[in-house]
């Protein structure tokens, strides 16, 4: 297990290399520069703005400058806040971006997997229908119309909750419904497939015909089966969630990563855009081995070795 | 300077204005504290005024700071540190008054504070993108050039309550400029002190204006100007706190203005065209342009007859009312409208070209069909660049549909909607066949416009050349300088030639249609420069 | 249990009839025989769901698709201001909302009347900003749609499939670089290559659609390698290995048959994905671009005007989501019947 561990490291740390240096490179290929007004600066001016932002050096000088101070946590200078370092925009930001993301998964897979457990159950009856009906319409809305018509409806119409902006925990609700919808609607559907599955299996059978209560085969077999191959969503919820973000937290003016990433791109702001991307992968990379353990604990058919032959 | 966005025209200084029409009806809602929320579209990127480029950071710094003068109602100047103002016969050397007043941390605001600031902007270190207004001021771009040390600036402190300003040349603008953010003071000791941080976050700044920055890290979407306490006028300040959110979607701006969460909210196109009628719409018209630049490196855009015909084929009438909705008007010419005058005359009426800039399928069916066989071609696939935004997409996809259904079969035109910065950097690779283009006055002068057409400046993507042209311009600034009528005269003559001979199509000028609520009163907006100046602002319920 | 006695009489017996026609029907299975795909398709045709969502698709794809000739580039790029924002309006029929009616400012009022229209113009679902038909725009915005989605998934299953049986199944160094290879492409967020992409290509649906070939299959790849690597050890194919079967046999007649479940849900997941991928993307203004037009489009102009003109997101919402509800009951149904373990 250790051996595993260290070496699945070395894979993360690889992979982030690997992620730095093509962002890099291809941040390089982007057309356009830091200065909203380069014409009406002298050449002395540019000269030496190039040179506090280490863009006269070349590029593989840049390149390690740039790797080095990535392991130092040092992501550079955004070109957009003026002096502003990307670590600090990032931390500043980060805490609302994470916090709506886990929400929204907790919501989207809790809901999601008793929705799914009770389609199952009663399954081929209008409860299954009504809910695969409910968990196909959840994840056909985008989720930046679903914002506007929780926004418009449950916010603006009833006043329930805060129409945007970003405070208690009531802000959150309505952006955590929103992003959360679609994680809801696949695990959902994942369950009650898997479920299905499950339940129609022999060993069930042979539960049943030993007398073990209904409760008790959901519990003991079922459900927990079914369960396994839903660990490998996390990795792609992630994703969908970061994605999400930069939509929901646009819609609802949160101060979070994925809006600061949309308008770094937009104003080609390339130490932000990197180090977003950077924390993207990184988080996803880690989602991605804790799954992996998750997933080889619970299923004891895959071995975590560090000899894989 | 380069529009930033189309909802946002950052210019720097110029005459007109539009004030809030304030319609007496009275609001529900009553307390004793004056408190307006108000809509920003952008975070706030920076404090330091040598480091700001954007209209967020102009207008906070335009109502946290104070400089010589600030810019009232139509952009009319008014007292602000300057006591007194003393201008040389010649009128290259300014010496101001200054009158006692105190930073927020409790040191004086002297003279001395004024030279440190301008030092600080013309240096090349410190990359300041608006250093290149001080030209005209004494040996301002030897030192931007790193040819002559920081102190040959022509600027001095006489004692701790007098500044004298030398100039190089006549600038009949100087007066707007000082009642410009670039312009005002800055304190050494906190520049000094909080060194990198400076201007990066509320509490990494002194200020000396009416209001004093709060509850701004340097990355979150709101912040609070709170009355200054220290401000030296600040019995004529009536409102205690101005909270800014920063909403990026038009429509959750409209829902939290409806609630009242929001005082003031801009309104995109199309809610712009519903809510006209409302009588707490309005629009405010900035000093800037929209035009196409054909690129004239490629053949077909280097015939006249091709340029006309596409500029006829656009109904800009139709365009500015249904499309846009937004109290955007087509445009007269390059030079906005309301800009400049002279003999009581506007400069854009003055320079108006009427067939450059109107409607007229006939005749642009027929230019084409000549351009086409004067070029030897009978097809043309033109690539069409614009901004992202959705009023770009709007703008473009009218175009696009306006000249194809003119023309015919015979054009072929395709978007390319592109970010604001990859648009700047395609426009200056020539990486484009017709680009939209926009404009706002860096100054209340027709030259700020017409400067960018000369053959060789760096504005001009399209590289249109034309030696009368550029001769005009060149009149203008050197035999014809000290002739106001003269000087007018040519560049009229050169804005007429610049249509006339299609160099850029000139489409509108752009407005920003908003709501504002009726119990906000004595809000000061100037179509270009720091638009918003909040010192008189109050509510009244 | 006291044993019963039974007294058998020798004629309780009858001999068979030897060498007769009966004997060999007797052996015979009375069905007629049915490969994978019929049965499949027999078993299909008796979930209701499924076969009204495969007519759904089959008119939508027919009436996107068939309606190239008639929306072509020129009506694409026709506009007409005056027409711009009108409600529904279809002759004939008289309800609020349909008749040109619309609710402004809490009050039906008839926009067309208020416009100066003529009676004789109307749009069955109404107009956008620049007078087009929405009912056009959104028969073409499904046709684009529909495309971008298909040929990303095709490339999806492609990729996906093959990879992640070849990891699964290798095991050992293969499998191990080859996921240090998914978890690299997959740690990329999709829009960094879709920005890249936007400025190497047009942006435009070849772009799209290439961006998500290279950041969408991974997922696919992964479920198939999890479920390739617990199938490795099922006893039938540790039998069929053992019994010298090829790999390339057992991948196609044990795997992909296993999988198929896993393929079809996650293929009926990648669509929608696809889709809303192509509307996150106009969502952030890198989209397909105009006078091509998508679903993603409508609905993100839609969402911009919801407060005053709220047709013009409901009615390409409807759409979007009675095509995926569509596809996924559809998806449903090729799962059961493929897989006859979750039979019902």
Same mark, same amino acid.
């Given at each position: 297990?250790?051996?595993?561990?260290?070496?699945?490291?070395?894979?993360?740390?690889?992979?982030?290399?690997?992620?730095?240096?093509?962002?890099?490179?291809?941040?390089?290929?982007?057309?356009?520069?830091?200065?909203?007004?380069?014409?009406?600066?002298?050449?002395?001016?540019?000269?030496?703005?190039?040179?506090?932002?280490?863009?006269?050096?070349?590029?593989?000088?840049?390149?390690?400058?740039?790797?080095?101070?990535?392991?130092?946590?040092?992501?550079?200078?955004?070109?957009?806040?003026?002096?502003?370092?990307?670590?600090?925009?990032?931390?500043?930001?980060?805490?609302?971006?994470?916090?709506?993301?886990?929400?929204?998964?907790?919501?989207?897979?809790?809901?999601?997997?008793?929705?799914?457990?009770?389609?199952?159950?009663?399954?081929?009856?209008?409860?299954?229908?009504?809910?695969?009906?409910?968990?196909?319409?959840?994840?056909?809305?985008?989720?930046?119309?679903?914002?506007?018509?929780?926004?418009?409806?449950?916010?603006?119409?009833?006043?329930?909750?805060?129409?945007?902006?970003?405070?208690?925990?009531?802000?959150?609700?309505?952006?955590?419904?929103?992003?959360?919808?679609?994680?809801?609607?696949?695990?959902?559907?994942?369950?009650?497939?898997?479920?299905?599955?499950?339940?129609?299996?022999?060993?069930?059978?042979?539960?049943?015909?030993?007398?073990?209560?209904?409760?008790?085969?959901?519990?003991?077999?079922?459900?927990?089966?079914?369960?396994?191959?839903?660990?490998?969503?996390?990795?792609?919820?992630?994703?969908?969630?970061?994605?999400?973000?930069?939509?929901?937290?646009?819609?609802?003016?949160?101060?979070?990563?994925?809006?600061?990433?949309?308008?770094?791109?937009?104003?080609?702001?390339?130490?932000?855009?990197?180090?977003?991307?950077?924390?993207?992968?990184?988080?996803?990379?880690?989602?991605?081995?804790?799954?992996?353990?998750?997933?080889?604990?619970?299923?004891?058919?895959?071995?975590?070795?560090?000899?894989?032959? | 300077?380069?529009?930033?966005?189309?909802?946002?025209?950052?210019?720097?200084?110029?005459?007109?204005? #539009?004030?809030?029409?304030?319609?007496?009806?009275?609001?529900?809602?009553?307390?004793?504290?004056?408190?307006?929320?108000?809509?920003?579209?952008?975070?706030?990127?920076?404090?330091?005024?040598?480091?700001?480029?954007?209209?967020?950071?102009?207008?906070?710094?335009?109502?946290?700071?104070?400089?010589?003068?600030?810019?009232?109602?139509?952009?009319?100047?008014?007292?602000?540190?300057?006591?007194?103002?003393?201008?040389?016969?010649?009128? #290259?050397?300014?010496?101001?008054?200054?009158?006692?007043?105190?930073?927020?941390?409790?040191?004086?605001?002297?003279?001395?504070?004024?030279?440190?600031?301008?030092?600080?902007?013309?240096?090349?270190?410190?990359?300041?993108?608006?250093?290149?207004?001080?030209?005209?001021?004494?040996?301002?771009?030897?030192?931007?050039?790193?040819?002559?040390?920081?102190?040959?600036?022509?600027?001095?402190?006489?004692?701790?309550?007098?500044?004298?300003?030398?100039?190089?040349?006549?600038?009949?603008?100087?007066?707007?400029?000082?009642?410009?953010?670039?312009?005002?003071?800055?304190?050494?000791?906190?520049?000094?002190?909080?060194?990198?941080?400076?201007?990066?976050?509320?509490?990494?700044?002194?200020?000396?204006?009416?209001?004093?920055?709060?509850?701004?890290?340097?990355?979150?979407?709101?912040?609070?100007?709170?009355?200054?306490?220290?401000?030296?006028?600040?019995?004529?300040?009536?409102?205690?706190?101005?909270?800014?959110?920063?909403?990026?979607?038009?429509?959750?701006?409209?829902?939290?203005?409806?609630?009242?969460?929001?005082?003031?909210?801009?309104?995109?196109?199309?809610?712009?065209?519903?809510?006209?009628?409302?009588?707490?719409?309005?629009?405010?018209?900035?000093?800037?342009?929209?035009?196409?630049?054909?690129?004239?490196?490629?053949?077909?855009?280097?015939?006249?007859?091709?340029?006309?015909?596409?500029?006829?084929?656009?109904?800009?009438?139709?365009?500015?009312?249904?499309?846009?909705?937004?109290?955007?008007?087509?445009?007269?010419?390059?030079?906005?409208?309301?800009?400049?005058?002279?003999?009581?005359?506007?400069?854009?009426?003055?320079?108006?070209?009427?067939?450059?800039?109107?409607?007229?399928?006939?005749?642009?069916?027929?230019?084409?069909?000549?351009?086409?066989?004067?070029?030897?071609?009978?097809?043309?696939?033109?690539?069409?660049?614009?901004?992202?935004?959705?009023?770009?997409?709007?703008?473009?996809?009218?175009?696009?549909?306006?000249?194809?259904?003119?023309?015919?079969?015979?054009?072929?035109?395709?978007?390319?909607?592109?970010?604001?910065?990859?648009?700047?950097?395609?426009?200056?690779?020539?990486?484009?066949?017709?680009?939209?283009?926009?404009?706002?006055?860096?100054?209340?002068?027709?030259?700020?416009?017409?400067?960018?057409?000369?053959?060789?400046?760096?504005?001009?993507?399209?590289?249109?050349?034309?030696?009368?042209?550029?001769?005009?311009?060149?009149?203008?600034?050197?035999?014809?300088?000290?002739?106001?009528?003269?000087?007018?005269?040519?560049?009229?003559?050169?804005?007429?030639? #610049?249509?006339?001979?299609?160099?850029?199509?000139?489409?509108?000028?752009?407005?920003?249609?908003?709501?504002?609520?009726?119990?906000?009163?004595?809000?000061?907006?100037?179509?270009?420069?720091?638009?918003?100046?909040?010192?008189?602002?109050?509510?009244?319920? | 249990?006291?044993?019963?006695?039974?007294?058998?009489?020798?004629?309780?017996?009858?001999?068979?009839?030897?060498?007769?026609?009966?004997?060999?029907?007797?052996?015979?299975?009375?069905?007629?025989?049915?490969?994978?795909?019929?049965?499949?398709?027999?078993?299909?045709?008796?979930?209701?769901?499924?076969?009204?969502?495969?007519?759904? =698709?089959?008119?939508?794809?027919?009436?996107?698709?068939?309606?190239?000739?008639?929306?072509?580039?020129?009506?694409?790029?026709?506009?007409?201001?005056?027409?711009?924002?009108?409600?529904?309006?279809?002759?004939?029929?008289?309800?609020?909302?349909?008749?040109?009616?619309?609710?402004?400012?809490?009050?039906?009022?008839?926009?067309?009347?208020?416009?100066?229209?003529?009676?004789?113009?109307?749009?069955?679902?109404?107009?956008?900003?620049?007078?087009?038909?929405?009912?056009?725009?959104?028969?073409?915005?499904?046709?684009?749609?529909?495309?971008?989605?298909?040929?990303?998934?095709?490339?999806?299953?492609?990729?996906?499939?093959?990879?992640?049986?070849?990891?699964?199944?290798?095991?050992?160094?293969?499998?191990?670089?080859?996921?240090?290879?998914?978890?690299?492409?997959?740690?990329?967020?999709?829009?960094?290559?879709?920005?890249?992409?936007?400025?190497?290509?047009?942006?435009?649906?070849?772009?799209?659609?290439?961006?998500?070939?290279?950041?969408?299959?991974?997922?696919?790849?992964?479920?198939?390698?999890?479920?390739?690597?617990?199938?490795?050890?099922?006893?039938?194919?540790?039998?069929?290995?053992?019994?010298?079967?090829?790999?390339?046999?057992?991948?196609?007649?044990?795997?992909?048959?296993?999988?198929?479940?896993?393929?079809?849900?996650?293929?009926?997941?990648?669509?929608?994905?696809?889709?809303?991928?192509?509307?996150?993307?106009?969502? =952030?203004?890198?989209?397909?671009?105009?006078?091509?037009?998508?679903?993603?489009?409508?609905?993100?102009?839609?969402?911009?005007?919801?407060?005053?003109?709220?047709?013009?997101?409901?009615?390409?919402?409807?759409?979007?989501? =009675?095509?995926?509800?569509?596809?996924?009951?559809?998806?449903?149904?090729?799962?059961?019947?493929?897989?006859?373990?979750?039979?019902?």
């Amino acid at each position: 297990m250790k051996k595993y561990l260290l070496k699945r490291l070395l894979y993360m740390a690889l992979t982030l290399f690997l992620v730095a240096t093509i962002t890099f490179f291809l941040m390089k290929l982007m057309p356009g520069t830091p200065y909203s007004n380069q014409e009406k600066m002298t050449p002395q001016q540019i000269k030496i703005m190039n040179q506090q932002y280490g863009l006269d050096k070349p590029i593989w000088l840049q390149y390690v400058i740039y790797i080095f101070g990535m392991l130092h946590g040092d992501m550079g200078t955004s070109f957009q806040f003026s002096n502003q370092p990307v670590s600090y925009l990032i931390s500043s930001r980060i805490g609302a971006s994470a916090q709506l993301g886990v929400q929204a998964m907790i919501f989207g897979v809790v809901l999601g997997i008793l929705v799914g457990s009770i389609a199952a159950i009663y399954r081929n009856t209008w409860v299954d229908t009504t809910a695969t009906v409910l968990s196909i319409i959840g994840k056909s809305v985008p989720n930046f119309v679903l914002a506007v018509l929780l926004q418009y409806y449950i916010a603006l119409k009833l006043g329930w909750f805060p129409i945007a902006d970003w405070g208690g925990f009531e802000y959150t609700i309505l952006p955590t419904i929103a992003l959360g919808v679609g994680p809801l609607a696949e695990t959902a559907r994942f369950i009650r497939t898997g479920m299905v599955d499950v339940l129609n299996s022999d060993y069930i059978e042979l539960a049943r015909a030993k007398g073990m209560n209904k409760t008790g085969i959901i519990y003991h077999h079922a459900l927990r089966n079914s369960l396994i191959p839903l660990v490998t969503l996390i990795g792609p919820y992630t994703v969908a969630l970061m994605t999400g973000s930069m939509v929901i937290e646009n819609i609802f003016s949160i101060p979070g990563i994925g809006e600061q990433y949309v308008k770094s791109i937009q104003t080609n702001d390339y130490p932000t855009i990197m180090g977003v991307t950077m924390l993207f992968c990184f988080g996803l990379v880690l989602i991605i081995l804790l799954t992996d353990i998750i997933y080889g604990i619970i299923d004891p058919r895959i071995r975590l070795t560090g000899n894989e032959d | 300077m380069k529009l930033k966005k189309f909802a946002a025209a950052g210019a720097v200084v110029a005459v007109s204005a #539009l004030t809030l029409a304030a319609c007496g009806s009275k609001s529900s809602d009553s307390s004793s504290k004056q408190v307006l929320n108000w809509d920003e579209s952008a975070e706030l990127p920076t404090m330091d005024l040598s480091k700001a480029t954007d209209v967020v950071s102009f207008n906070a710094l335009n109502n946290s700071m104070e400089g010589l003068y600030r810019l009232g109602k139509d952009s009319k100047i008014e007292p602000g540190l300057a006591k007194k103002t003393t201008v040389s016969n010649d009128g #290259l050397t300014y010496t101001f008054d200054l009158r006692k007043s105190q930073w927020s941390n409790g040191q004086k605001v002297t003279a001395k504070d004024f030279v440190y600031s301008w030092q600080r902007t013309v240096d090349p270190k410190t990359g300041s993108q608006y250093a290149y207004l001080f030209d005209g001021i004494k040996n301002a771009n030897d030192v931007m050039n790193g040819k002559k040390p920081l102190s040959a600036l022509g600027v001095k402190a006489v004692g701790d309550y007098k500044l004298q300003v030398t100039l190089d040349k006549k600038l009949p603008y100087f007066k707007l400029l000082m009642g410009f953010a670039v312009f005002f003071p800055q304190n050494e000791k906190a520049v000094k002190q909080y060194g990198d941080k400076y201007g990066t976050a509320s509490k990494y700044m002194v200020y000396n204006g009416p209001f004093k920055l709060t509850k701004w890290t340097g990355s979150n979407l709101s912040w609070t100007l709170a009355k200054n306490n220290k401000y030296w006028d600040k019995k004529n300040v009536k409102l205690d706190t101005i909270n800014y959110k920063v909403n990026k979607s038009n429509s959750t701006a409209y829902n939290l203005y409806k609630t009242n969460k929001l005082d003031a909210t801009p309104l995109s196109s199309e809610q712009a065209k519903q809510l006209k009628n409302d009588k707490e719409f309005i629009t405010r018209r900035g000093a800037s342009t929209f035009y196409f630049q054909y690129n004239q490196t490629k053949k077909a855009f280097q015939n006249k007859k091709i340029r006309q015909a596409l500029s006829m084929s656009i109904n800009r009438e139709q365009f500015v009312k249904k499309v846009l909705g937004d109290g955007s008007t087509v445009a007269k010419g390059l030079v906005s409208s309301d800009l400049a005058k002279n003999n009581g005359k506007d400069f854009a009426a003055d320079a108006y070209v009427k067939d450059g800039v109107s409607h007229n399928k006939t005749e642009a069916k027929k230019l084409w069909q000549e351009g086409l066989k004067e070029v030897g071609i009978d097809h043309l696939d033109i690539n069409m660049l614009s901004d992202d935004s959705d009023k770009a997409k709007a703008s473009t996809d009218f175009i696009q549909s306006q000249i194809e259904s003119t023309l015919g079969d015979s054009v072929r035109v395709n978007a390319s909607n592109v970010p604001f910065k990859t648009r700047l950097s395609r426009s200056e690779a020539g990486n484009f066949d017709m680009v939209i283009s926009a404009w706002g006055a860096d100054f209340a002068d027709p030259i700020s416009f017409l400067d960018l057409f000369t053959s060789n400046n760096s504005q001009n993507d399209g590289e249109w050349k034309n030696s009368e042209y550029d001769k005009l311009i060149q009149a203008s600034k050197t035999t014809d300088a000290g002739n106001t009528d003269k000087r007018w005269d040519d560049l009229v003559k050169a804005e007429k030639i #610049l249509v006339q001979e299609q160099g850029i199509a000139p489409l509108y000028q752009q407005a920003t249609a908003w709501m504002v609520k009726s119990k906000v009163k004595g809000v000061i907006y100037n179509s270009s420069g720091s638009n918003y100046n909040f010192k008189d602002a109050y509510i009244k319920e | 249990m006291a044993e019963e006695k039974i007294n058998l009489q020798a004629d309780s017996f009858e001999p068979l009839a030897q060498h007769t026609e009966d004997e060999l029907d007797s052996e015979k299975i009375a069905a007629p025989s049915l490969t994978f795909s019929q049965d499949a398709w027999r078993r299909l045709k008796k979930n209701k769901g499924a076969v009204i969502s495969l007519f759904l =698709i089959l008119i939508m794809v027919i009436v996107s698709f068939g309606s190239t000739p008639f929306i072509n580039h020129a009506e694409l790029v026709k506009s007409n201001p005056e027409y711009a924002n009108l409600p529904a309006k279809i002759p004939g029929i008289d309800i609020n909302g349909l008749n040109g009616k619309m609710k402004v400012s809490g009050v039906w009022t008839d926009v067309y009347k208020q416009n100066g229209i003529k009676d004789s113009v109307h749009f069955a679902l109404g107009t956008d900003y620049l007078g087009h038909s929405l009912a056009q725009r959104i028969i073409y915005g499904t046709k684009i749609s529909l495309t971008v989605a298909i040929v990303a998934t095709l490339f999806d299953l492609l990729i996906g499939v093959t990879y992640g049986i070849v990891s699964g199944w290798k095991g050992g160094r293969t499998d191990n670089v080859m996921q240090r290879i998914i978890e690299i492409i997959s740690s990329i967020p999709n829009l960094i290559i879709v920005v890249l992409m936007l400025i190497i290509f047009k942006p435009g649906m070849t772009s799209i659609i290439l961006a998500l070939a290279i950041s969408e299959w991974t997922t696919m790849a992964r479920m198939i390698r999890a479920e390739t690597l617990s199938l490795k050890t099922e006893e039938y194919v540790l039998a069929a290995r053992t019994l010298g079967e090829s790999t390339g046999k057992i991948a196609w007649k044990h795997l992909v048959p296993n999988l198929s479940s896993i393929i079809i849900i996650q293929t009926m997941y990648t669509i929608p994905n696809a889709i809303f991928f192509e509307a996150f993307l106009s969502f =952030i203004g890198i989209g397909i671009s105009a006078p091509q037009t998508s679903l993603g489009v409508l609905l993100n102009d839609g969402q911009k005007n919801f407060q005053f003109l709220p047709y013009q997101m409901w009615y390409p919402a409807i759409v979007l989501v =009675i095509l995926m509800i569509a596809f996924n009951l559809l998806g449903d149904g090729l799962r059961d019947a493929f897989d006859p373990r979750t039979r019902r």
